[in-house]
């Protein structure tokens, strides 16, 4: 699997392997797994996932935080509500 991640190290840093098709791939994993560069080679995703153990579908979710009930008032809202109050009488 290094030897994957040095792969995408080295693509990640040339911007000429971003348009790189199969053969030039083929040629970077040289020293990997036959399998693999022949998947590579073929443009095969679900035999490359396999021989990776590795999914595309993978999602990144973000959980907004609670807000306050409406009902409830603000700390800061009831103390300014209290300083304008002092400053009006």
């Not at 199969?22 to 995703?45: C, F, K």
């Not at 679900?46 to 609670?66: H, K, M, S, W």
């Not at 009902?71 to 509500?81: A, I, L, R, Y």
Request: with cysteine; hydrophobic share 40%.
């Amino acid at each position: 699997m290094s030897v994957i991640i040095q792969l995408l190290e080295k693509m990640g840093q040339n911007s000429a392997l971003r348009y790189a098709d199969a053969e030039q791939l083929a040629q970077l994993m040289a020293d990997t797994d036959p399998l693999l560069v022949a998947a590579v080679r073929a443009g095969d995703q679900q035999a490359i996932e396999a021989l990776l153990g590795a999914r595309t579908n993978v999602i990144c979710g973000i959980y907004p935080a609670d807000e306050p009930a409406e009902d409830e008032p603000m700390e800061d809202e009831s103390d300014d509500k209290k300083i304008q109050q002092r400053k009006a009488c």
